[in-house]
């Protein structure tokens, strides 16, 4: 008889790490793949379902302007408990450290459904770094049954908190996956043209920032020190595909206001994504997930955070972390864009996030587990 596992996922980063692994398990005869997602991202969200071809069999739609992580973990609470009185799925597989993940483990712990977790055991231990993210990884680890971490180091941590080692398995990270179905340097589009075509041979910088706990004051420094390394170096053209969070655009649209060498456009479907990476010179992000593709890439990461639970790319040497002062950042940000004998070595280090099998992996010990 089949195994029923029910994937859950509710944001864009979710989606482009577990659209490679739903598309691994809907070809396997062992499993009946039930895909849930909650829409705590809306528009992004559709995007990545969209460029993989995946349907949902459930979408709670839960997302509303301005809610809150009371509106995302009640509503996911009550949804998932419904979905999983219907559907009584065998395991519940959900990824990283969103609230829909956590909600999700929640709602299955309660309801006595095994947990896979997906990206396991990555640590700050800073419950406020990022926040509410570190203290969902911790929450959902200590409830799942199956652990799938990226990195040895990544389980590491979850041997160090007690979890038991039969349970742990080291896969690389899902999101390297995605990377070999959407980069490729036929893919044409016409937003990449007209950025190919406004960039006009400069240097390509990328930039990406919305986390929670960077809005407000630590925005504006990042944004600040940023503008400022664009001010002294006319080579340079910046994309930045802004979130839709009305507190990340006002910052954008202030401090990068009337700079021609700056492109502020819409969130970007993720294969368009993907290869706008592909094409630029230096990534400048906060994002979690960006930290592990864009090394992929040969691409080097100016972290713009205090703290990252991804420190196997500081030691492998394909990550910066800036920190969020303005100061720090201009001095990073600088640094890269001078020193050619850092860049280099960062651009040639070794991607330490796995060699894109890690969906086939995490499918092959579902078959031996569930």
């Known amino acids: 008889m089949k195994k029923k596992l029910i994937l859950v996922f509710g944001t864009r980063p979710e989606a482009i790490k577990m659209c490679p692994l739903v598309k691994e398990l809907k070809k396997r005869d062992s499993f009946q793949t039930v895909v849930c997602v909650t829409g705590q991202h809306k528009e992004m969200l559709e995007q990545v379902l969209k460029s993989f071809e995946i349907v949902p069999d459930h979408d709670l739609k839960i997302m509303e302007r301005g809610q809150t992580l009371f509106d995302i973990t009640e509503k996911v609470l009550w949804g998932m408990k419904r979905i ?29 459904i095994p947990v896979g977790h997906v990206e396991a055991g990555l640590r700050t231990y800073d419950i406020h770094a990022p926040y509410p993210e570190e203290f969902n990884r911790q929450a959902i680890g200590s409830m799942a049954l199956l652990h799938f971490a990226p990195t040895e180091a990544a389980a590491g941590h979850l041997l160090k908190e007690g979890k038991k080692r039969e349970r742990i398995f080291v896969t690389g990270n899902t999101a390297i996956d995605a990377l070999a179905t959407t980069v490729s340097r036929s893919h044409f589009s016409p937003v990449l043209k007209e950025i190919d075509e406004w960039t006009g041979g400069g240097r390509l910088i990328l930039l990406t ?7 407000g004051k ?82 080097p990461v100016l972290v713009l955070r ?25 001095r990073e940000f600088k640094l890269l864009v001078e020193n050619h004998e850092i860049y280099d070595k960062m651009s040639q280090a ?20 569930c």
């Open 84 to 112: 999983y009185e219907a559907e009584k799925p065998d395991m519940v597989l959900v990824h990283g450290d969103t609230s829909t993940a956590f909600a999700s483990a929640l709602a299955a712990f309660y309801e006595n």
């Open 306 to 330: 205090d703290t990252t639970e991804r420190p196997e790319g500081m030691e492998a040497g394909t990550l910066r972390l800036a920190g969020t002062k303005k100061e720090n950042i201009y």
């Open 350 to 369: 070794v991607n330490p996030y796995g060699d894109g099998t890690a969906s086939r992996q995490i499918a092959d010990i579902l078959e031996r587990s």
């Open 218 to 299: 630590p925005l504006y420094e990042i944004f600040e020190g940023i503008r400022e390394v664009l001010l002294e170096h006319n080579d340079l053209r910046m994309v930045y595909p802004v979130h839709y969070n009305p507190i990340v655009r006002e910052a954008a649209d202030k401090v990068f206001a009337g700079m021609d060498r700056v492109k502020l456009i819409e969130p970007m479907e993720v294969v368009d994504f993907h290869n706008l990476m592909e094409r630029s010179f230096l990534i400048l992000t906060d994002s979690g997930g960006i930290q592990e593709e864009a090394p992929a890439l040969g691409k």
């Open 209 to 215: 920032a919305h986390r929670r706990e960077n809005l």
